[in-house]
Nanobody, 128 residues
Framework: VQLQASGGGLVQVGGSLSLSCATSGFSFGALAIAWFRQAPGKDREPVSC????????WYADSAKGRFTISRDNAKNTAYLQMNELREEDTAVYYC??????????????????????WGQGTLVTVSS
C-alpha cells in the first residue's frame, strides 16, 4: 500500500498550489480519500474529503471556497487544488484513504474491509 503526496512547496500569500496523492496497492475507487494537515505545534486536522461512488465532498470551513478536492479513479490519484493561500495554510499536508470517516457531521464514505491508509506528507509553506 502506497500513498505518495506531492506538489507542496513555497508560495506567496494569495498564490495557488495543486497537491496530488498517487496511490497503489489497494482498491482506490472503493475508498474515501481525505486530506489532512498539521501545522507546526498543532494537531492534525481534516481539510477535505471525497467519498467513493457518488463522490460526496466535505470541506473544512477554512477550505471552503478556496480548495477543491477531486479524484481520478482511473489513475488511482486524488488531488487538492488550493487557491488564495494564506499564511495559516502553512502545514504538512497528508492524504488518507479509508472506508469511512465522520467529519463534522458529514460521513465521507468508502466501502470494503475497514482500512485507514496514510501517506507521507508534503510541506506547504505560505509566506507574506
Amino acid at each position: 500500500v502506497q500513498l505518495q503526496a506531492s506538489g507542496g512547496g513555497l508560495v506567496q500569500v494569495g498564490g495557488s498550489l495543486s497537491l496530488s496523492c498517487a496511490t497503489s496497492g489497494f482498491s482506490f475507487g472503493a475508498l474515501a480519500i481525505a486530506w489532512f494537515r498539521q501545522a507546526p505545534g498543532k494537531d492534525r486536522e481534516p481539510v477535505s474529503c471525497i467519498s467513493s461512488g457518488d463522490g460526496g465532498i466535505w470541506y473544512a470551513d477554512s477550505a471552503k471556497g478556496r480548495f477543491t478536492i477531486s479524484r481520478d479513479n482511473a489513475k488511482n490519484t486524488a488531488y487538492l487544488q488550493m487557491n488564495e493561500l494564506r499564511e495559516e495554510d502553512t502545514a504538512v499536508y497528508y492524504c488518507n484513504a479509508n472506508t469511512g470517516v465522520l467529519l463534522e457531521g458529514f460521513y465521507c464514505q468508502g466501502f470494503g474491509y475497514p482500512v485507514d491508509h496514510w501517506g507521507q506528507g508534503t510541506l506547504v509553506t505560505v509566506s507574506s
